[in-house]
């Protein structure tokens, strides 16, 4: 049996038609959603969930296409557009009685995020992202050595069929290679919790690799018109990130800014799975973001 965070309720959470969402929750009080990242899944939250749930009400869903939710086909190329997975979201909330609530993401959890406040600022009333620039942002941004760090993005680029074979011939040296170079303490992730990585990785790759190829297409577009139309974050937003350093090339506060009018970021000393690495001060930031008013 696949690990488990210790006492939340597990639910299976019909979100859209043929699509339900494996869900743990617990706690009471203002409610916060919390959005798993690549290659894992909502177990990536189970030290800052288990401590938020003292006061709030935590909702941890595996994303669709990940972990043990719905992997439906990606028939039109909108399937796995964050547009329809942020629409998931919103459902998922409101089956728990919660029309409004905080939602905090990670890596490809943290690009839902972005999009659901974007399209539904009246359910989301704080933001957070963790180590992640927003999709059109991102592929502005890459060149260089940025793009080769970024290889695993072009590569589920690609149109149906090479990256899908490519990554189900040696799914586990491909899943775990992220895994293990994007983490600076390797016992921030126990080898259980791998395992449970690996395998939902494993029983995934064409949801995984259309969740990326969405990224690479209609989530481009979407962000694209956003902007052209001027629209931003209109809650308080935190900013969590890594120390990328200046060689990467870009300022990645500035571009954050033209999104979030009421932004807060923060660098964070530890590899990019940092809401296991970092745990402490993800709950310090997450707790002071749900305390922050509308400033604008």
Known sequence: MSPRIPGFDYQRVTVADGVTLETAVAGSGSPIVLLHGFPQTHLM?????????????????DLRGYGSSD???????????KRTMGNDIVALAKAFGHETFALAGHDRGALVAVRTALDHPEHVTHLASLDVLPTLDMWEVMHGLTGAIGFHLYLMAQPVG?????????????????????????????ADIRNAYLTACRNAVPSIVADYRASANIDVEHDRADRAAGNTLRMP???????????????????????????KHDTVTCGHFMAEESPAEIISALRELMNRQRGF
Not at 162 to 185: C, K, M, V, Y
């Open 45 to 61: 939250w189970r030290h800052v969930a288990a401590d938020l749930a003292a006061d709030h009400t935590v909702i941890c869903p």
């Open 71 to 81: 992997k439906p086909a990606d028939i039109d190329g909108q399937t796995y557009a």
């Open 162 to 190: 090479l990256p899908e074979q490519l990554i189900g011939a040696s799914p586990d040296a491909f899943f775990g290679h992220f895994l293990d170079t994007w983490t600076r303490n390797p016992d921030a992730i126990p």
């Open 237 to 263: 937003v935190t900013v969590l990130q890594q120390d990328w350093g200046s060689f990467l090339g870009f300022d990645a506060v500035k571009l954050w800014s033209t999104w979030a009018p009421d932004l």
